[in-house]
């Protein structure tokens, strides 16, 4: 079955340590995004990659890092330098170009103490 | 400043009758829309989209229509089943980026 896993599904971490968030897809998408999502507010975008080894910062980049080393994974670093880091945040991809419909993950959960 | 605004935060509907969900954008440039579900703690699921060449898609029990005039799309569901009660996301194409509605929580009641 093709589709879209993060890991963990909940994550806690302590105040001042830097987090990974997993994100794998064998959809053979192209393009994949990092999203968001607070209580009452829609995604926001946080990085999106169109391709290998290439990625843009969406709205909210400040206090986060990815790497797209391969087509497959996408994963995102939640910095110390992020004020605000606990979050559901949301891995998605699709196909490169034109008005392709988002995929999504499940989600992580993570909890900053 | 909200470009793709979802006015209600929340919509209780019967069992059998119609859902209607609205959306309201700015941007007159956005010219592909797309409708998502979302249940608690999973990520959001693909329901239906539109492009602003025309005025209705239809897809079973659910339509999308769009104003562009009034730069306004709303989401029918028809009849509403319980398994419908979700948050629904509405989203804008914009320089191939989706932009978010804050989105609404339907409840359909028994």
């Known amino acids: 079955d093709g589709g879209i896993t993060q890991s963990p599904k909940y994550l806690f971490r302590k105040e001042g340590q830097n987090v990974t968030l997993s994100c794998e897809q064998n959809?053979?998408?192209?393009?994949m995004y990092w999203y968001r999502q607070d209580p009452g507010q829609g995604l926001r975008l946080i990085y999106y990659?169109?391709?290998?080894?290439?990625?843009q910062k969406g709205d909210i980049a400040e206090g986060y890092s990815v790497s797209r080393e391969k087509k497959e994974s996408f994963p995102l670093t939640v910095t110390s330098a992020q004020k605000n880091p606990t979050a559901f945040y949301l891995c998605?991809?699709?196909?490169?170009?034109?008005?392709?419909?988002?995929?999504f993950g499940p989600g992580t959960r993570l909890t900053v103490l | 400043d909200q470009q793709v605004k979802q006015n209600s935060p929340s919509l209780s509907v019967q069992e059998g009758r119609i859902s209607i969900l609205n959306c309201d954008y700015t941007?007159?440039?956005?010219?592909?829309f797309l409708w998502y579900k979302k249940y608690p703690a999973e990520g959001p699921t693909f329901l239906i989209s539109?492009?602003?060449i025309k005025d209705k898609n239809e897809d079973g029990r659910f339509t999308v229509f769009l104003n562009k005039s009034a730069k306004h799309l709303s989401l029918h569901i028809v009849p509403s089943q319980p398994g419908d009660s979700a948050v629904y996301f509405c989203?804008?194409?914009?320089?191939?980026?989706?932009?978010w509605g804050a989105g609404t929580k339907l409840i359909i009641k028994p």
């Open positions: 998605a991809s699709s196909r490169r170009g034109g008005y392709n419909e988002q995929f």
């Open positions: 959809l053979n998408h192209d393009a």
């Open positions: 990659s169109q391709i290998v080894n290439d990625f």
């Open positions: 941007n007159s440039m956005f010219d592909y």
């Open positions: 539109i492009s602003s």
């Open positions: 989203a804008a194409y914009s320089n191939y980026q989706l932009i």
